[in-house]
C-alpha cells in the first residue's frame, strides 16, 4: 500500500461475526502475552520507544506546526508496534525497520487518528461519557487499517460497531492498559519505555484473538 493511498472499502460481511457475537475479554492473558512479547525482544522496543520520545521532544520545539506534525506521525509510530506484534503473533521474524512500516498507510492512520481524536474531545467536551465511549470503540481503529488496508472511516465504524456489543468488557481492558502507562508515566517516565511498547503488543494480541488476522504481510 502506498503512503497517501486512502485505503479501500472493504466488504462489511466479513465481519458478520464478529458483530454478532458475545467475546470474553482476557485482560491479565493479552497483557502477560505482551509483556513476554516485549521481554523476548526489549532492545528493539525500548529502541524504537525511545526513537518516539526524541521525534516528540524535537517537534515540541517548533510549537503549532510541532503539534502538526505530532499528529500527524503518531498514529504510523504507534502503527508500527502493531506491525511488530502481529510478525512475532504469526511467528516471523521482523527487522527493527518494520517498526516504521505504518508509514506504508500514513494517510489513512493520519485521517483516522485525526477523526478520532476530534470525535473523542467533542465527546469529552460535550458530556465526558460519549468522550469515554468513543475513546474506547475505536480502540481496534489503527489495527483494521493496517490489516486490511482499509480506509478509515470504515475501520473506526467497523471497530466501534465490533467493540460496542461487548463495551464494557473492552472499557476493563482499555482502563487497565491505561493504567499501566500511568504508572509508566509515575516512575520518572522510565516506565512508559516498558509500559508503551507492553500494552500496544498486549491490544495486538487482543486484536488477532477476537477479530482474526486477515492478511499475512504488513
Known sequence: ???????????????????NASVTIH???YIRQGWEMFKEHVGEFVGFTLIIFVISAVCSKFAFAGSFIVSA?????????????????NGKSFQF????????????LFLGGLACGFL?????????????????GYMFTTFLIIDYRMEFWQAMETSRQIITRNWFAFFGFAF??????????????????VS????????????KEIMGMYSADW
Do not use: R
Request: glycine share 10%.
Open 1 to 19: 500500500m502506498a503512503a497517501f493511498d486512502f485505503g479501500v472499502k472493504v466488504d462489511p460481511h466479513l465481519f458478520d461475526k464478529q458483530l
Open 27 to 29: 485482560i491479565q492473558d
Open 73 to 89: 506521525l503518531a498514529a504510523p509510530l504507534y502503527a508500527g508496534f502493531g506491525i511488530v506484534a502481529f510478525k512475532l503473533i
Open 97 to 108: 525497520a518494520d517498526f516504521f512500516n505504518g508509514f506504508n498507510y500514513l494517510l489513512p
Open 120 to 136: 473523542v474531545s467533542i465527546g469529552f467536551v460535550l458530556l465526558l461519557i460519549p468522550g469515554i465511549y468513543l475513546a474506547v
Open 176 to 193: 487497565a492498559l491505561f493504567a499501566l502507562n500511568f504508572f509508566g508515566a509515575l516512575a520518572f517516565g522510565v516506565g512508559l519505555l
Open 196 to 207: 508503551i511498547p507492553v500494552s500496544a503488543c498486549a491490544a495486538a494480541i487482543a486484536y
